[in-house]
């Protein structure tokens, strides 16, 4: 990705950021490096099925009847 790109990224979100914050009269509060993560399976199917469609595709999901999960 282009410097120039990821700073105007960033500035948007902070700038994002500060707006709500003296709006609501808030304070910060980091939601986390691990915040899609700690979703759900079905808010993480959501958003990277919304992902995909902004790409310009098509996507059908299936339930996986046998899920087996190692840790």
């Known amino acids: 990705m282009d410097r120039d790109l990821a700073r ?7 700038l994002t950021a500060a707006y709500h914050m003296l709006r609501d009269g808030t304070h910060y509060q980091d939601l986390g490096a691990d915040l899609f993560r700690r979703a759900s399976p079905e808010s993480q199917a959501n958003h990277l099925i919304r992902q995909i469609i902004k ?3 098509t996507c059908t999901l299936v339930p996986d009847t046998v899920t ?3 840790v």
């Open 68 to 70: 087996e999960v190692s």
């Open 55 to 57: 790409l310009g595709f």
């Open 8 to 14: 105007t990224i960033t500035a948007a979100s902070i």
